[in-house]
């Protein structure tokens, strides 16, 4: 499909939630029918519409923005600010809320009247003198609001002319590249922003990473002609390539924030498909990126919304539209670009070497025929119940079944409330996490476990050595798990020391398993899967054997 039709669907269907004659505090805005609320970030959507109503001529685009426009009104403070939510103290999302307003007044601000034009230039102004004073070194939040801030001072220091601005950014975008680990990868998402375990890992998410982060710092480089800079943040999408997996979704099972995780991205970022499509011009490993990662998203899509998941229509779950009018920037970007990505070349992991470390993320990816995986002891822990560790199988892809295994949260929680879903339908709710269970105790919880990687010719084999543990690190029985990747399939080897646990596989149904019983169904909210869980019995000094191939 192309950006133009995706976003015209998801436009269309976005203006059906428009709140219209009930109160001048709430008229224009969208009320988001999976959450039951007003997402305040909705004023965003602003430049995609003025996007549609340039290229389609059509007045309900430019009416639909305008009123949004003044319905944010309703959010916005008297220091140049505005909230994230009606509920919210958040305004670190100022910075986007200005970006949205650069794009619209910069490539479609001849549609609106001089007087209308005066009032966005001097809303986006204020919101710009709001990060330039607040979003410096020290501001608390993660390194993505640093990395946005840098792009936003970056064209609106050129755009109006204030050194200040430009010399700002240069500052944000040196901190952020400050922050890269020896593998590429950006760190500083978790707080604090430069913490170390006790691994000697480090907060990275890539769905926060290639959606928001990486996006930013280009913004960065482009507008401050930076081509030092520019090159560097293309390596840096190269090395954060390597998680995007064939079918243009994202691996992220392990990363700080993945309780946001869509597999095609994060729940409210911007999505990275302008940003791989605009390097993809000279890289077409990347424009072939962006346009799986379109593919996807379009796949997606449901009743002309973006889902928060692959299963997310089959379960039953609601669109939240929070997806939809964030992403629709990134669209609403290639269609004034006259970008349409193509493609033509495989992905870096397609073509990635059989076992590859990540130490900062104590992690191995594994490609080994038509097989891929993550193995995880990621250590970093942004919330109790967040993304997994313990030498985790975190993902399971295989080239012709699609994905197999996709661990989220071990357990889900409504972290960011206004920015997460919830369902009544609990019976078949549960973890993705492969794991061994005892009570509370648990082999995904263990932040200690120690992982061991070997590669021989087209076998892998990945031992780790662990104690279950709960939460709060407590802990109880050793265990250990044997993992050997080969062309044929994959065998776990699981065991426990002392008493007995129980070995839950959650698969998709493109599995074929030997050695473990089919059990219920179950579905992750976060993550997106509807899967069924496998399970085996495995007790001290007998160790169980699963072999897992695609069906």
Not at 192 to 216: F, H, M, Q, W
Not at 340 to 363: F, I, K
Not at 383 to 393: E, F, N
Not at 446 to 451: H, M, N, Q
């Amino acid at each position: 499909m192309e950006p133009l039709s995706l976003l015209k669907q998801w436009c269309d269907a976005l203006l059906e939630y428009r709140v219209e004659k009930l109160h001048p505090r709430l008229d224009g805005a969208l009320l988001c029918p999976a959450c039951q609320v007003v997402h305040g970030r909705c004023g965003e959507l602003v430049y995609p519409l003025l996007c549609l109503a340039d290229r389609t001529g059509e007045a309900r685009y430019l009416d639909a923005a305008r009123k949004l426009f003044e319905w944010s009104e309703s959010l916005a403070c008297d220091d140049g600010s505005i909230y994230n939510d009606g509920q919210s103290a958040w305004r670190g999302i100022t910075v986007f809320a200005a970006l949205s307003l650069r794009e619209a007044l910069h490539r479609h601000g001849q549609l609106l009247h001089a007087a209308e034009r005066a009032a966005w230039q001097a809303r986006l102004l204020a919101h710009g003198e709001w990060v330039h004073r607040n979003i410096r070194p020290g501001f608390e939040s993660n390194i993505n609001y640093y990395a946005a801030g840098a792009g936003a001072l970056a064209v609106l220091g050129r755009d109006y002319d204030c050194p200040d601005w430009s010399a700002h950014a240069d500052e944000l975008a040196q901190f952020c590249l400050a922050r890269i680990s020896p593998e590429g990868l950006l760190c500083g998402e978790g707080k604090p922003i430069d913490a170390v375990t006790a691994k000697g890992c480090r907060p990275v998410d890539i769905g926060y990473n290639l959606e928001e982060s990486l996006p930013g710092l280009l913004q960065y480089a482009r507008a401050r002609e930076n081509m030092a800079v520019l090159a560097q943040v293309h390596e840096l999408f190269r090395a954060h390539a390597a998680f995007l997996l064939p079918d243009g979704g994202m691996d992220n099972s392990f990363g700080t924030r993945n309780f946001k995780w869509t597999y095609w991205g994060s729940r409210t970022s911007e999505g990275g498909a302008y940003a791989l499509a605009w390097l993809g011009q000279t890289d077409p490993a990347l424009q072939s990126a962006a346009a799986r990662e379109l593919a996807l998203w379009e796949k997606t899509t449901h009743g002309g919304l973006l889902t928060g998941g692959p299963d997310y229509a089959k379960r039953g779950q609601p669109a939240c539209i929070h997806h939809a009018f964030s992403h629709a920037k990134a669209l609403a970007e290639l269609v004034d670009d006259g970008l349409t990505p193509q493609d033509t070349a495989p992905l870096p992991r397609e073509t990635a070497a059989p076992l590859t470390a990540y130490p900062v993320l104590d992690t191995y990816l594994v490609h080994v025929g038509d097989w891929m995986a993550t193995v995880t002891g990621y250590d970093f822990r942004y919330l109790k119940g967040g993304h997994v560790s313990g030498g985790t199988l975190s993902l399971l892809y295989h080239q012709n079944a699609g994905v197999l295994a996709a661990s989220a949260m071990t357990r889900y929680s409504l972290y960011e409330a206004h920015n997460m879903q919830q369902s009544g339908a609990l019976a078949a709710q549960g973890s993705l996490t492969p794991r061994l269970q005892s009570g509370r105790f648990a082999s995904c919880l263990d932040e200690s476990a120690v992982l061991h990687a070997e590669e021989n010719g087209d076998i892998v084999e990945i031992t780790v050595q662990g104690y279950l543990r709960d939460e709060d690190q407590t802990p109880a029985a050793p265990y250990r798990f044997a993992y050997r990747f080969a062309r044929d399939g994959v065998r776990l080897t699981a065991e426990v020391a002392a008493g007995e646990a129980e070995l839950l596989l959650p698969l998709t149904d493109s599995a074929a398993v030997q050695g473990a019983e089919k059990g219920r169904p179950v579905f992750s909210l976060a993550g997106g899967f509807a899967m069924t869980e496998y399970r085996a019995m495995v007790r001290a000094g007998t160790p169980v054997t699963v072999c897992i191939g695609c069906g």
